[in-house]
T-cell receptor
Framework: GQNIDQPTEMTATEGAIVQINCTYQ??????LFWYQQHAGEAPTFLSY????GLEEKGRFSSFLSRSKGYSYLLLKELQMKDSASYLC????????????FGKGTTLSVSS | GAGVSQSPSNKVTEKGKDVELRCDPI?????LYWYRQRLGQGLEFLIY????????KSGLPSDRFSAERTGESVSTLTIQRTQQEDSAVYLC??????????????FGPGTRLTVL
């Protein structure tokens, strides 16, 4: 079966660093995506990993270990506007198909 | 347009009525996806169109749900005889094609469907 797990909720304070973990078990693997979704809005693309290692993009970084079926999203210098849901999604089909999404992690940033 | 657009943004209907939801993908994107997001839940895949290939309908929850796409443009998701359990936000996404990074999906703002 296809399964993607991530924590339901996390809290952090402004200026801190937070790591959101994602583990996956899928029939295939063609890349892992992280999306950000603010309440009442559409998901927006944050990052894509297909090879092992760390991809850095400004305050956000994403890590992948294919052998462990594991990824994390690292958010640095947290700001209030980072309060949102963070969705982990896997492209599991080499031929291309819809992404398989986790249920999302709701991050609350407080001052 | 610059992004994926969907209409209507909100739809309130009575149980048993049919509804049509529309999606305009980003120009040039051959792949189009429909998802459903119930309150507090993750995105649930419904159907996927890729060019002129037969659509992947494996996510449709029942035969009350159907979707069409005209070429590589507009798609319509139809829900017949709506039930209260159909209440959700219906999200449409498009991507350049399928496979790898080009799977990056760009989402529309969604249609919030409420079935009374």
């Amino acid at each position: 079966g296809q399964n993607i797990d991530q924590p339901t909720e996390m809290t952090a304070t402004e200026g801190a660093i937070v790591q959101i973990n994602c583990t996956y078990q899928t029939s295939g693997f063609n890349g892992l995506f992280w999306y950000q979704q603010h309440a009442g809005e559409a998901p927006t693309f944050l990052s894509y990993n297909v090879l092992d290692g760390l991809e850095e993009k400004g305050r956000f970084s994403s890590f992948l270990s294919r052998s462990k079926g594991y990824s994390y999203l690292l958010l640095k210098e947290l700001q209030m506007k980072d309060s949102a849901s963070y969705l982990c999604a896997v492209s599991a089909n080499q031929a291309g198909t819809a992404l398989i999404f986790g249920k999302g992690t709701t991050l609350s940033v407080s001052s | 347009g610059a992004g994926v657009s969907q209409s209507p943004s909100n739809k309130v209907t009575e149980k048993g009525k049919d509804v049509e939801l529309r999606c305009d993908p980003i120009s040039g994107h051959t792949a189009l996806y429909w998802y459903r997001q119930r309150l507090g839940q993750g995105l649930e895949f419904l159907i996927y169109f890729q060019g002129n290939s037969a659509p992947d309908k494996s996510g449709l929850p029942s035969d009350r749900f159907s979707a069409e796409r005209t070429g590589e443009s507009v798609s319509t998701l139809t829900i017949q005889r709506t039930q209260q359990e159909d209440s959700a936000v219906y999200l449409c996404a498009s991507s350049i094609t399928s496979g790898g990074f080009s799977d990056t999906q760009y989402f529309g703002p969604g249609t919030r469907l409420t079935v009374l």
